[in-house]
């Protein structure tokens, strides 16, 4: 990671590049710097960051953080470009396959897991890429995170929460679902009402519903699918 000094002319030559809509947030806007990286710049003043220094193929933690004043508080830092776009904005795709998203599911979580200590601040849908084509997930937004003992379940539950109600929502429409209230789904379902233990719950929920739902129309394998129509 570099430590750059740029001028207040320079920060404003960056805010005059191709802006990228996916990574936008309330307290920043990002530019695409270079082919695979982007620039995130502050919206009032500079901004304390604690997570430097990290590295992942998944989590677009700061790389290089650059200062017009202050060597203590960044103007801007880098981050790695990752495909796909924010879960708020697109959800996931009807026809992504079953084993596919757990696949990628199980994978997103590992990633968390080596960073038991970091507390993964507003880790929300607007924050979770998905990559529609490498059928992958990615996590943004990680300058406000902060360094908190054993805050890994934590942050797993937190982002199975968020697919769960990505899941249920906008795509089984769970409150008309003909499942609803068929009692080991329900029984499933009420730990991410509760916010307990759903990193473990949701890959058991989707298994269960896909048994279910396959024992009566035949074998499934969209996550589409599993939105079984009331009859």
Same mark, same amino acid.
């Given at each position: 990671?570099?430590?750059?000094?740029?001028?207040?002319?320079?920060?404003?030559?960056?805010?005059?590049?191709?802006?990228?809509?996916?990574?936008?947030?309330?307290?920043?806007?990002?530019?695409?710097?270079?082919?695979?990286?982007? +620039?995130?710049?502050?919206?009032?003043?500079?901004? #304390? &960051? @604690? $997570?430097?220094?990290?590295? !992942?193929?998944? %989590?677009? *933690?700061?790389?290089?953080?650059?200062?017009?004043?202050?060597?203590?508080?960044?103007?801007?830092?880098?981050?790695?470009?990752?495909?796909?776009?924010?879960?708020?904005?697109?959800?996931?795709?009807?026809?992504?396959?079953?084993?596919?998203?757990?696949?990628?599911?199980?994978? +997103?979580?590992?990633?968390?897991?080596?960073?038991? #200590? &970091? @507390? $993964?601040?507003?880790?929300? !849908?607007?924050? %979770?890429? *998905?990559?529609?084509?490498?059928?992958?997930?990615?996590?943004?937004?990680?300058?406000?995170?902060?360094?908190?003992?054993?805050?890994?379940?934590?942050?797993?539950?937190?982002?199975?929460?968020?697919?769960?109600?990505?899941?249920?929502?906008?795509?089984?429409?769970?409150?008309?679902?003909?499942?609803?209230?068929?009692?080991?789904?329900?029984?499933?379902?009420?730990?991410?009402?509760?916010?307990?233990?759903?990193?473990?719950?949701?890959?058991?929920?989707?298994?269960?519903?896909?048994?279910?739902?396959?024992?009566?129309?035949?074998?499934?394998?969209?996550?589409?699918?599993?939105?079984?129509?009331?009859?």
């Amino acid at each position: 990671m570099a430590h750059i000094f740029i001028t207040e002319n320079e920060l404003k030559r960056i805010k005059e590049l191709p802006e990228i809509g996916d990574y936008k947030g309330n307290y920043g806007r990002c530019f695409l710097f270079s082919g695979d990286t982007l +620039i995130k710049t502050f919206l009032d003043g500079d901004k #304390d &960051i @604690y $997570m430097k220094g990290y590295k !992942s193929n998944y %989590i677009a *933690f700061p790389k290089d953080t650059f200062y017009t004043r202050d060597i203590k508080r960044v103007s801007a830092y880098t981050m790695k470009l990752f495909p796909g776009a924010n879960l708020y904005t697109s959800g996931l795709p009807l026809d992504l396959e079953i084993d596919k998203f757990l696949e990628a599911y199980k994978i +997103i979580q590992e990633e968390i897991a080596k960073y038991p #200590d &970091i @507390y $993964m601040y507003d880790l929300e !849908s607007y924050n %979770i890429m *998905f990559d529609w084509y490498k059928k992958r997930f990615y996590i943004i937004d990680t300058d406000i995170w902060q360094p908190l003992d054993n805050s890994m379940e934590i942050n797993q539950d937190r982002l199975a929460t968020q697919l769960m109600l990505l899941i249920t929502n906008r795509i089984l429409k769970w409150r008309s679902h003909v499942y609803n209230d068929k009692k080991n789904l329900k029984e499933l379902y009420s730990h991410f009402v509760c916010f307990k233990d759903t990193r473990l719950v949701l890959p058991i929920f989707i298994k269960e519903l896909e048994k279910n739902v396959s024992s009566e129309v035949g074998k499934i394998k969209t996550l589409g699918e599993l939105k079984l129509p009331r009859k």
